[in-house]
């Protein structure tokens, strides 16, 4: 099974040195939604939220495979 690793881009960089073990990208695309919505729960409580922040996936070579703006892991109605 490929390993996927999800780095964080929001106030600093934060690498994911560990990864995880996925069936494919597809699944990796819905890891890195769901951990950007964690994200952006965890700043709305502390009272910000930035769209801008990320999390790059990249495949066991370095490679990019997708990367998750915090903007398309939320629905923002006003």
């Known amino acids: 099974m490929p390993r996927?690793?999800?780095h964080l881009f929001?106030?600093?960089a934060s690498r994911d040195e560990?990864?995880?073990e996925l069936p494919d990208s597809s699944a990796?695309?819905?890891?890195?939604l769901s951990y950007a919505r964690d994200m952006a729960?965890?700043?709305v409580?502390?009272?910000?939220?930035?769209?801008t922040h990320r999390i790059?996936?990249?495949?066991?070579?370095g490679a990019?495979?997708?990367t998750m703006p915090f903007r398309q892991a939320v629905h923002i109605h006003q």
Do not use: C, I, M
């Open 4 to 6: 996927f690793y999800f």
């Open 10 to 12: 929001n106030d600093e």
């Open 18 to 20: 560990e990864g995880k």
């Open 28 to 32: 990796a695309h819905q890891q890195a």
């Open 41 to 43: 729960a965890v700043s």
């Open 45 to 51: 409580r502390e009272g910000y939220l930035n769209l």
């Open 56 to 61: 790059e996936v990249t495949d066991q070579d």
């Open 64 to 66: 990019t495979v997708l």
